[in-house]
């Protein structure tokens, strides 16, 4: 796990040492155990290295192949190494780890190499015979890979503001890049909060040469199903065992301790259960808790590290810990989010504990339909009827429910196509569409970036079981684009690996064509507690579930009021801010106005501060 950045112009031109230098030191906090440079004639590369697999400095990267041919910057784990290297007899392998298999095999394979392998990537490797460049990102989108390409130049980083740090970019906002923001909490692909700063699509490569790019998607979570038998319920749910067993598995590869985080609920379980069946010694866990009952989970993961008998740390936290390191959480958003500051002091204790890799649980409310929106999709697919009523009546429907929900089941009623491309894109919302009109000058009735996304899978989406066209417009949604990012940039604030079992892409593809009568859940995530029988604990899987929910709106009345306003009153002053209404909500909000929810304020503030500490101008 590391940080990389690389510039690449396309005519011989001298590149400054200082600018890839810059660019690495912003992605220190990636990897605290080396730094490495090329510098060639029209290419660069930087990289910051935490140190995982071959501990030795002959890993270091920059990594060239035996032939000098190829140089390549690597970020992310190939868990599946060791069986590639045993396809690749004729290379001279000097180290350990996966990096060398990586280029080993893009010598041998060339682009095609990428289907060889199980992991999360991000990599960029030079062609000097060619004179080439190939970037590629994996499947799932858990690796970052960002850019800036114009007539001259392209730059690419595992961070936004290792591009900024070049100095060749200009720290403008990309106005298309706000309404994906505070619709959803964060940036869909392909923008950033920054112009002209792109995100590589997950599951695609791109090869640059002349100036000229070849861009290839290589994978899609709607496209890429396997030819399974799904007609035994009971051999399904074996597959799923032998399929979570492997991710597992394959996730524990480290030359440095493994740790899990263990929550309490069913899926960090189901982690901490299935490191301990691979037999591969004591696991180690860590559970956060809390003095205040309604916030903690700890007496359920003990009942787990009981019967796994698991190295199990218990690290107390008060909500003082949450505010105390508050400014150091949002100065680690790479990019702006709502959501991730649990995700930062989290990783942040487990990290001082002396653990540099970690176990996640994360993703198996996406693929298991464990969130209750998956059902509420098949309740109102099978409801068509409610579309064939006067407009009246439907109307009537919608004012009969309260609050959010009634906000959405309104803009539901307003089509009559409740296809997934249509539907999700409501579900998801943060801040409805009148209301950001209200407070900005944005039109919502434009498209999003997620819209978009969506509406062009809408054929390849209607393909799939109705419970896995969730999951798709999940993980093309927020699972990639908050989820993961905020995983990915929060845990490598702290230079902690964090790695995802239920992020697996063979795993993922077999659940993805289940059939909806096998997957639909009698009880919360019940096909894969089944598929796991007997490992999880009944106190553990018919318990109340719990969120890992703070009262951040008291807070913003107290402790944050000051931090919150100056925020507020900065953004208010925003050529695409309305003033008066944002500061009347505000002062609405502080009086108690149950209308106003302090998720749509809070978006506001963190974007003000994210503008603020990268110095970006509207």
């Not at 505010?323 to 702006?336: I, K, R, S, V």
């Not at 079981?465 to 993961?484: D, I, K, N, R, W």
């Not at 944002?582 to 929810?597: M, N, Y």
Request: proline share 5%; glycine share 6%; with cysteine.
């Amino acid at each position: 796990m590391c940080g990389i950045a690389g510039l690449y112009y396309f005519r011989d031109q001298a590149i400054e040492p200082k600018t890839i230098r810059g660019m690495t030191g912003a992605l220190a906090h990636r990897g605290p155990d080396a730094d490495g440079f090329y510098d060639g004639s029209q290419v660069a590369f930087g990289h910051r290295r935490l140190s995982i697999l071959d501990l030795s400095s002959a890993a270091n990267q920059p990594f060239f192949d035996r032939s000098g041919r190829y140089v390549m910057v690597f970020n992310g784990e190939l868990y599946n190494y060791e069986e590639v290297k045993v396809r690749i007899p004729e290379y001279d392998f000097q180290t350990t780890g996966d990096t060398e298999v990586l280029i080993a095999a893009y010598a041998k394979w060339g682009p095609e190499c990428i289907h060889q392998f199980r992991g999360m990537f991000a990599f960029a490797i030079w062609d000097h015979q060619e004179k080439e460049l190939f970037v590629a990102r994996d499947r799932m989108g858990v690796k970052p890979f960002y850019y800036y390409l114009d007539g001259e130049k392209f730059l690419f980083a595992s961070e936004i503001r290792s591009i900024l740090a070049s100095g060749v970019v200009r720290t403008v906002m990309e106005p298309a890049a706000l309404l994906d923001y505070f619709s959803y909490q964060s940036i869909g692909f392909p923008h950033t909060m920054i112009r002209n700063i792109r995100q590589l699509e997950a599951g695609s490569w791109m090869k640059i040469r002349d100036g000229r790019t070849e861009t290839n998607i290589y994978w899609k979570v709607t496209r890429t199903l396997p030819a399974a038998d799904y007609s035994d319920p009971g051999r399904v749910r074996k597959r799923i065992h032998e399929l979570l067993l492997q991710s597992v598995q394959r996730r524990l590869i480290s030359d440095v301790p493994v740790g899990a985080f263990l929550s309490g609920g069913i899926d960090s379980s189901a982690v901490v259960g299935l490191m301990a069946e691979v037999g591969s010694g004591k696991p180690n866990t860590f559970n956060i808790s809390f003095d205040e009952k309604e916030y903690d989970e700890s007496e359920y993961a003990e009942i787990v590290a009981r019967k796994f008998n698991t190295r199990h740390t218990r690290i107390l936290l008060r909500p003082d810990n949450f505010l105390d390191e508050l400014p150091h959480a949002l100065n680690a958003m790479d990019t702006p989010s709502g959501d991730g500051i649990n995700t930062y002091v989290v990783s942040k204790a487990i990290r001082q504990q002396g653990i540099v890799v970690a176990l996640s649980g994360v993703g198996g409310d996406e693929l298991f339909a464990g969130y209750p929106f998956f059902m509420q999709y098949l309740q109102l697919r099978s409801r068509a009827w409610l579309w064939s009523l006067p407009s009246p009546v439907r109307s009537l429907a919608a004012f009969s429910q309260s609050g959010s929900r009634r906000l959405r089941l309104q803009q539901l009623l307003k089509t009559d196509d409740y296809t997934i491309d249509k539907v999700y894109p409501v579900f998801r919302q943060v801040i409805p569409p009148d209301n950001l009109m209200e407070l900005t000058t944005l039109n919502p009735e434009l498209p999003s970036d997620l819209q978009t996304c969506l509406a062009s899978a809408r054929a390849e989406l209607e393909r799939l079981p109705l419970l896995s066209q969730v999951s798709a417009a999940e993980y093309m949604g927020y699972t990639q684009h908050t989820l993961l990012k905020d995983t990915d940039q929060m845990s490598m604030a702290v230079s902690l690996e964090v790695r995802e079992p239920f992020f697996d892409h063979d795993l993922v593809e077999f659940v993805m064509g289940i059939p909806d009568e096998i997957k639909k859940p009698v009880y919360a995530k019940s096909l894969m507690v089944e598929s796991l029988k007997p490992l999880l604990p009944d106190e553990v899987v018919f318990r109340k579930k719990q969120g890992f929910v703070f009262p951040w709106e008291l807070w913003m009345k107290r402790e944050l009021r000051s931090f919150c306003n100056e925020k507020i009153r900065n953004i208010a002053l925003r050529p695409f801010v309305r003033e008066k209404e944002l500061i009347g909500r505000w002062e609405r909000f502080q009086a108690g106005d149950p209308q106003v929810r302090w998720s749509e304020i809070w978006l506001f503030v963190v974007l003000e501060h994210w503008l603020e500490n990268n110095n970006v101008t509207c």
